[in-house]
């Protein structure tokens, strides 16, 4: 898949759940919107493998059997297929569980780590803020925020590693977001993207050939992104902070604005699904 020379990312989506069109877009109806669970393989030279988020797994419906976890499954009902969960497309692939060195974790909502289980000896890499939630948050607290426990592995606290601290540049950009370089991924940038959910990270891949801004859940969809519509109010319930998410979107599109060439992709939009069939 990869030149031995560089970083390629290629996407894939491990599941979906269903809600109505109405909770992305106020202005629509009652009709279903699909929300796929899109993360990223990225093969690093000399280094080896690493996930961008996981999507979902059959983990989530152990997870979710039980109140309060069950809420979750009720306000998200989930479709998987057993060869849809990222280690199984992985192992199509030829890779093995074990061969992945990293998992970076965008934030802690099951549709984004109900694999991290199925990759008992990757390091999970996180922002200490949404890390720290995970550990504050107990019982119905935690599902509201999105945080199913039984998706965290019990000896993730051997496994994390915080972007902070890995990060050897660290800075505000242009337009206010904080950027984390991590020198072991070239031509990789980590954003913190806050609003959605307490510390939530996307990247910007940026090379000769791609200028990609994966910005996970900092929007639903590309189209209500560009247009500044908001979600439905009711999605406040578990949202971090409403100001925030206005606040980072208005910084996204100042940089889409000052860089026509940017391509930002959302974890769930259907577009970004016509990602998954390159690799950049
Ligand atoms: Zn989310």
């Known amino acids: 898949m990869a030149s031995q020379s560089k970083v390629t990312i290629s996407f894939f989506a491990s599941g979906f759940c269903e809600a109505h069109e109405k909770v992305v877009n106020p202005k629509k109806g009652f009709g279903k919107i699909s929300f796929y669970a899109v993360w990223a393989l990225i093969e690093v030279p000399n280094l080896g493998y690493m996930l961008f988020d996981t999507g979902y797994s059959h983990h989530f419906e152990k997870a979710t059997q039980r109140f309060p976890g069950k809420l979750y499954r009720i306000a998200t009902p989930v479709k ?32 984004h780590i109900a694999g991290l289980k199925d990759f008992p000896s990757a390091k999970i890499i996180c922002s200490k803020v949404a890390f720290l939630q995970t550990q504050q948050l107990q019982g119905i607290k935690a599902v509201l925020k999105g945080i199913l426990h039984q998706l965290i592995p019990e000896d993730i606290l051997q496994r994390i590693n915080f972007i902070e601290d890995l990060s050897e540049e660290t800075h505000q950009n242009n337009y206010g977001l904080t950027e984390y370089k991590w020198n072991l991924i070239p031509n990789l940038k980590f954003l913190l993207l806050p609003g959605h959910a307490k510390g939530m990270l996307g990247f910007h891949f940026a090379n000769e050939y791609t200028n990609l801004l994966f910005a996970t859940d900092a929007a639903w969809d590309t189209d209500c992104f560009n247009k500044g519509i908001m979600p439905l109010k009711i999605v406040k319930i578990f949202i971090d902070s409403w100001d925030e998410l206005n606040d980072t979107s208005e910084k996204l599109k100042a940089m889409k604005n000052d860089s026509p060439s940017l391509e930002i992709a959302f974890t769930h939009c259907p577009k970004t699904l016509q990602l998954i069939t390159h690799a950049f």
């Open 80 to 111: 998987l297929k057993t060869e849809e969960s990222a280690v199984e497309i992985l192992k199509r692939k030829g890779i093995h569980h074990t061969e992945i060195k990293y998992i970076l974790v965008s934030h802690f909502h099951a549709d």
